[in-house]
T-cell receptor
């Protein structure tokens, strides 16, 4: 079967760094996405990885290892507005996105 | 201008009723989707439409029927609503389902459906 695993919830402190992990088992791989979803709002795109390595975009970075079926999202200099759910999604062999349940990130002052 | 819009934002209705949710995108995208997000926050794809043709139809009850009058619209009609249908329904669009590279999906604001 196809499976995306993420921690359910994480807590971090304002100004700190947090890493959110995602492991996946899918039939085929055509890229991995990270989305941010604030409570009561729609998911919005954060990053895309299709090759192994680190993609950096401002305070957010995303890493991919295809051989390990593993990705992480790294958030630096955390701000209160970063409190949200972070969804990992893999584009499988039929190009359909398979979504994880999301990691709820709580930022404390 | 809103990229992907849905109406209504909130929908409260009785069990057994029939209801529709409308979705429109002004991004010129070829593919549109309907997702259901339940209380556990799982996003589950229900339907995808690519150039007005249904290309993915997940194992959803046939009480749910997508209707696409043109490439910019994908409406969701639900017959005989049940309590378990209560969820947030998101419409989304992307340039093309078969796009091999970066192919971001843009989401509408969601419709919160409550069945009483």
């Amino acid at each position: 079967g196809q499976n995306i695993d993420q921690p359910t919830e994480m807590t971090a402190t304002e100004g700190a760094i947090v890493q959110i992990n995602c492991t996946y088992q899918t039939s085929g791989f055509n890229g991995l996405f990270w989305y941010q979803q604030h409570a009561g709002e729609a998911p919005t795109f954060l990053s895309y990885n299709v090759l192994d390595g680190l993609e950096e975009k401002g305070r957010f970075s995303s890493f991919l290892s295809r051989s390990k079926g593993y990705s992480y999202l790294l958030l630096k200099e955390l701000q209160m507005k970063d409190s949200a759910s972070y969804l990992c999604a893999v584009k499988g062999s039929n190009y359909q996105l398979i979504w994880g349940a999301g990691t709820k990130l709580i930022i404390k002052p | 201008d809103t990229a992907v819009s849905q109406t209504p934002k909130y929908l409260v209705t009785q069990m057994g009723n029939d209801k529709s949710i409308k979705c429109e995108q002004n991004l010129g995208h070829d593919t549109m989707y309907w997702y259901k997000q339940d209380s556990k926050k799982f996003l589950k794809i229900m339907f995808s439409y690519n150039n007005k043709e249904l290309i993915i139809n997940e194992t959803v009850p046939n009480r749910f029927s997508p209707k696409s009058p043109d490439k910019a619209h994908l409406n969701l009609h639900i017959n005989s609503l049940e309590l378990g249908d209560s969820a947030v329904y998101f419409c989304a669009s992307s340039p093309s389902l078969q796009e091999r590279g970066y192919n971001e999906q843009f989401f509408g604001p969601g419709t919160r459906l409550t069945v009483l």
